[in-house]
Structure formats: C-alpha cells, structure tokens
C-alpha cells in the first residue's frame, strides 16, 4: 500500500505537468522568438514542456520519499511484515526489502513496526527485488558502537556463544568479542559452561583495529563495587577478630579466604604450628572455618590472616616438668648440613646440632646420621621456653668412647682403621665411631716421597696403624702407618753405605745429572762431572756401568753415585802401588807407573 500511495503522488506531480500547456498567446506575440527558443530535442523525443517551478516541485517530492538505492550508507528500515524465513523491511525506497531472519538469530523477538539497520547489499535482483543486510549493517555500526564504548567506558550487552582456548567467544553487537577466562568475575572460574548462552553485561576493555580482535571484561564492571565494599569491611576490621570464611583458592605459599566480599591470605606459616609442605594439608576449597585477623592494609586492601593463632602455642601447652637432661622421642622434620630439626610435640621442634649426633671429632653431613621422616631418641641440652628455643643429642645417649681411651688405644698399641678424609698435611682415619686419629703424611710410607696422601690411599681403604701420640685432654690421637714395618732404610745403610759400588742403569737425564734405581725404594743422583767416562765421553740414558756411592744420607733418603770416581780410583791405586814398588826397589821411574796403567786401560778396552 506504501508503494502504490507514493506511485500516485509522483503520477500526480506529472500529470500537472502534462496538463499545464504552452501559452499561445506568448507564442503568438513574438513567433521569431519562439522558434529561436523552440526545444526540437523534446518535440522529436515526444516529451511536452514542464515549467520549471513543477520540475522542482516534482524533484523535490522525489527527494523526501525514496532513499538513494545507490549510497553504501547504512539506513534504517521498518519490519512490515514477517514471513517463515524472511523480514520485509521498508526503506522509504521504490520497493521494499527482504532479509533473511537468519540475521535476526539474536533477537528472537522480532516482530512488526520495530526499527532495524540495513545496507543495500543488492539494488535489484532480477525480480526487481530490493536486497538488504542487517548482519552487514550491524557489523559497519558494531565497530563504531564497540569503539564508542571503549573510548566512552560504557557498558554493553553481549551473548555468549561458546568457550574457546582460555575463555570465552562474547556476540557484542554482532562482532565476535574475546572474553578471557580471569576476566569472567573476581573469583576463579571451574565451570566455563555455565556460562555459553547468557546474555551478560561487559566492558570493552582493549580494541585491536589492526586484526580486528576486541577484549570485553565481566570482572571489571563488578571490581569497581568490590574495591567499595571491601573499603566499607576494612574499615569495619579490628586486628585480632575472629572472622567466619570459605576458602577460595589455595596456592603453594597460603590460602585465600573470602570473608563475604572481601579476600584475605592465610601465608602457609600461620595455617598450623607444626610444619607443613603444602596447604592443602590441612583446607581444602571451599571449606568454611575461622580464622583471625593478623594485620590489614586499608590503603591497598589487604587482609593477613591466621588460622594457627586461634589455638595455643605449643610451647605454652609444653609439659612443664621438661627439664634439661631428660629424654624425648620425635620425628624428623627438616634436615640441612649442620643438623635436623626433631618435632618433639606438635609445633615443638629442637635442633640436633651435627657435632652432637656423633663422638666423632670429624664432623659430617646430617645426613650422614638421619632422614626426614625418622623417628629418633635425643636428650634436652638446652632448654628456653621464653625464646622457644631447645638444642638435643643423639650421642649423650651412648657412652663417651674416649673415657677409657688410654686403656683401649695405649701408645705403641696397633690398630685397624678406615680412611675418612684428607688433608694437605695427612689422613684421618677412623679406628671407631668417635675415635679418630691423625696420620701424617711423612708417616704414610718409610721409602714413598708422596706429595698429597690421595697419591698413597683411598677415603674408605682400611690402614693399619701405631698410635704414636695420645692427647686425652685434646681429644686427639697421632698415628702412623710406616711404623706397622721395619724401616728398609736401616738395611740399605749398609748394603749402600758410601764406597760401595753398584751397577745400574742410567734412567732418566735430569738437571744437573742423571738418576739411576737401584731398586724400588733406593733412586740415587749422579751429578754431571760424574757421568764422565774413562774415554772422556759422558753416559747417556739406558748406559749400564758400575757406580761408587759417594753419599748415603738415611734421614732425608738421598743417595749420591758417581761413574768417574770408579776409573779415578783405578787410576791413583795404579799410581799409589807403583811407587810403593818403587820404594821396595829403589828404582822409582815414572815408566813403569805408565806402563801398568796402559795395561789397566788395554784391560778395560778389552785389548
């Protein structure tokens, strides 16, 4: 009906234009003009003459009723009518429009007369239908809509379609809007489901024009009258109060509580007395209990809670007939590598100190004596109920292995004993659990020149042993391990005593000379000027000869050869027995000294 009443009106506006005729008297007053004027373009097309003032008329007319088919733009339509699949929407056009109802699943409710924005997405189809898009109009509107509410921080509506990867996919304005998981409301979210397919409010709290995303937030529209109302409980809060919660969230360091609007931690260390590994030892979620309030933050809204405090310290509930020098049974709680701490109540715990689990003077690793988790018998050494400090020990409950220690390990006495540890200087060995003595490198071998007693032996090798010095005051006992054996250098004192001779080979050039072994224990030096051979030449490694102890020192185990000296003292007994001769003679000529020792050299050479 809307079309046909604004086809009249435009018949109308023509037909008076058609009717309004051509004055002829003009024509006839000035007929040269007339011709002059006279349109022949209009005359062979058939179209009559309109005034001016009713072509405006009708152009004006046109303009107030029919929409620019061809401008992107979008415009607003009114529903007319509805049919099974489509809406028909009047656009103030030649004709009206048709959209699917498919672009109206969001707003089920529909119906004739309501106001809807359309783009022209077809002028006419071959039907001479109008085609319109409300999905495409809603999008081009949804940006400017969306960047408004961002920019003006107002409150929108969106549906929620589905969940996704961290959150959820919002419907705000017909553009696909990501809603993350922490930003669903204040407290956490185990059911996301619950959610798709509420109509909830949002802000848009970050746009990104550039790929289009846009992020919208449940939880800031609520935070705002959070921070409200946790003011008005915080400035209600008194510092000791005991208040009712449920538990909201329980992390590795504490537990969350919401006391009706606002949270407050519980740190792990106010949960119990005793020690625990983690919170959930002792709440779980949602759980309902009182806790007390420890401190608060009225600036940056914070509550500290305690859940211990609500009971009495254990050091108060302690038995006070407790005295130093009794003992107590308890777990191990906690190990590091100067002791273990013992709970010897629930929240009581005292420390055995690593110097006090063994009579060993070689102190160790706590480890070395216990695990957590053991259960172990300590006596009290100290004991401080005001500072709720106690100190204990394993070893005061076996006896002191040095009170006869004179008796069991005597000086001369000799003993085995396991290798516990180096030093630079020497190794302790262990001859029972709180007996160690000391063994000096010089007193590791009678023959070995050793550097550092790795060289010698092996934490863990078992040694035999002389206690060489008993200090029982000190605590300390000196042993040595060369003296379990007679010292070979009081033989070789006479097998290399000095003018002894010996064969050997060269076995290494050193600085200064050579060395050569006689055996495993005896490595002699030969100096340079001594290496000299008869010929004048001098012996090189792997030469054998015969060599003549010049030195021989026991104490400081060094040992002096010499070659030359060997053909030296040929040469001056040759020499001494021919003047002798030549006394008994009295004939005494150098003649016959030279030709004995050319018989000595020929002899030597082999001629």
């Known amino acids: 009906m809307a079309e046909e009443t604004k086809n009249q009106e435009v018949q109308d506006v023509a037909g008076m234009a058609t009717a309004s005729q051509p004055n002829v008297e003009k024509q006839q007053e000035n007929p040269e003009k007339f011709l002059a004027d006279f349109n022949w373009h209009n005359y062979e097309e058939g179209i009559d003459p309109i005034d001016d003032e009713k072509l405006e008329e009708f152009e004006k007319l046109v303009a107030e009723n029919f929409v620019d088919t061809l401008d ?40 004739e007369g309501d106001k809807v924005e359309v783009l022209i997405d077809v002028r006419e189809d071959a039907t001479g239908q109008l085609i319109l898009s409300h999905r495409k109009a809603r999008v081009i509107k949804a940006w400017d809509r969306v960047n408004a509410a961002h920019e003006e921080a107002t409150i929108v509506n969106g549906f929620v379609k589905c969940r996704t990867k961290g959150g959820m996919i919002v419907d705000v304005f017909g553009i696909e809007a990501f ?148 003992k107590v049974k308890g777990k191990v709680v906690v190990i590091a590598d100067y002791g273990a701490f013992i709970e010897v109540a629930e929240g009581v715990e005292g420390l055995i100190h690593v110097s006090e689990m063994s009579w060993s003077t070689h102190l160790r690793s706590a480890q070395d004596f216990v695990k957590v988790g053991d259960e172990v018998e300590a006596q009290i050494l100290t004991l401080d109920r005001e500072e709720r400090k106690m100190s204990l ?44 003595g000391l063994i000096y490198i010089s007193d590791l071998s009678w023959t070995k020149k050793i550097k550092h007693p790795s060289e010698f032996c092996n934490v863990g090798d078992k040694l035999e042993v002389v206690v060489l010095e008993l200090d029982v005051e000190g605590r300390k006992l000196s042993l040595g391990h060369k003296q379990t054996e007679s010292n070979p250098w009081d033989k070789y004192e006479t097998e290399f005593a000095v003018g002894t001779k010996h064969t050997a080979t060269i076995d290494e050039m050193v600085d200064k000379g050579a060395t050569i072994e006689f055996n495993e224990d005896i490595t002699a030096f030969v100096p340079t000027r001594h290496l000299e051979k008869e010929d004048g030449s001098k012996l090189g490694k792997g030469d054998s000869a015969e060599f003549l102890i010049i030195e021989f020192n026991k104490e400081f185990k060094r040992v002096v050869a010499s070659h030359m000296s060997i053909h030296k003292e040929e040469e001056a007994k040759i020499v001494k027995q021919a003047a002798k001769k030549s006394q008994e003679d009295n004939k005494p000529t150098l003649g016959d000294a030279n030709a004995d020792l050319q018989a000595l050299k020929d002899k030597m050479e082999g001629k």
């Open 72 to 111: 992107d733009e979008v415009v607003e339509g009114t529903v007319i009518n509805i049919t099974d699949r489509d809406a028909i929407i009047d656009i103030n056009a030649k004709s009206e429009g048709v959209i699917s109802l498919n672009e109206f699943r969001y707003n089920p409710d529909l119906k």
């Open 179 to 326: 809603l993350p998981g922490s930003q669903i409301d204040v407290k956490p979210i185990r059911d996301y489901d619950a959610y798709v397919g509420k109509t909830m409010e949002f802000k848009v709290v970050k746009i990104n024009h550039e790929f289009k995303n846009v992020v919208v937030s449940h939880k800031a529209l609520i935070e705002a009258d959070i921070e409200e109302q946790k003011k008005e409980i915080i400035g209600q809060l008194e510092k000791g109060q005991v208040l009712e919660g449920t538990v909201k969230n329980i992390t590795s360091y504490g537990v969350f509580v919401d006391l009706g609007g606002v949270d407050g931690l519980v740190h792990i260390t106010d949960l119990s007395w005793s020690r625990i590994n983690h919170p959930n030892e002792i709440v779980e979620l949602d759980q309902k209990l009182n806790v007390v309030i420890l401190d608060f933050d009225e600036a940056k809204t914070r509550i500290q809670l305690g859940l211990k405090q609500l009971n009495k310290h254990p050091w108060e509930a302690l038995d006070e007939e407790l005295k130093v020098g009794d």
């Open 393 to 436: 020990g394993i070893k005061q409950l076996t006896p002191d292995p040095w009170t006869d220690i004179t008796s069991k390990y005597p000086v001369g006495s000799r003993h085995s004993g396991v290798v516990r540890n180096f030093t630079n200087f020497g190794v302790f060995v262990e001859l029972e659990e709180g007996i160690d």
